[in-house]
């Protein structure tokens, strides 16, 4: 079982950073895609971006590429989000998503998922 713990979320402003964390437990890390998702007030949980489990690919949404980028360190079993130039429709639940083999963007195809932090940007 792999166990997925996100950090750093918080209440921003529009044009401000996060970086989110994601802390990976229970499995060689370095087997693992992956992935960020988010869940805005009211809407459907929606890909944000995945990475390869050597870090070789990086998926994006189209909403969020040229803002975000995701990178890991399979060294401490963890994963980041960067976030820069925040909307305030970029608020949402984010959440980690893990998953043995290559990445997608079908959320029913993850396998692990964490709590999920709160992202909040204010205009």
């Known amino acids: 079982q792999v166990q997925l713990v996100e950090s750093g979320g918080g209440l921003v402003k529009a044009g401000g950073s996060l970086r989110l964390s994601c802390a990976a437990s229970?499995?060689?890390?370095?087997?693992?895609?992956m992935g960020w998702y988010r869940q805005g007030p009211g809407k459907e949980r929606e890909f944000v971006s995945a990475v390869s489990r050597i870090g070789g690919v990086t998926r994006y949404a189209p909403s969020v590429r040229g803002r975000f980028t995701n990178s890991r360190t399979n060294a401490t079993n963890t994963v980041f989000l960067q976030m820069n130039s925040l909307k305030p429709e970029d608020t949402a639940v984010y959440y980690c998503?893990?998953?043995?083999?290559?990445?997608?963007?079908?959320?029913?195809?993850?396998?692990?998922w964490g709590q999920g932090t709160q992202v909040t940007v204010s205009s």
């Open positions: 998503a893990a998953r043995d083999g290559p990445t997608t963007v079908e959320s029913t195809e993850w396998h692990y």
């Open positions: 229970g499995r060689t890390f370095s087997s693992l895609a």
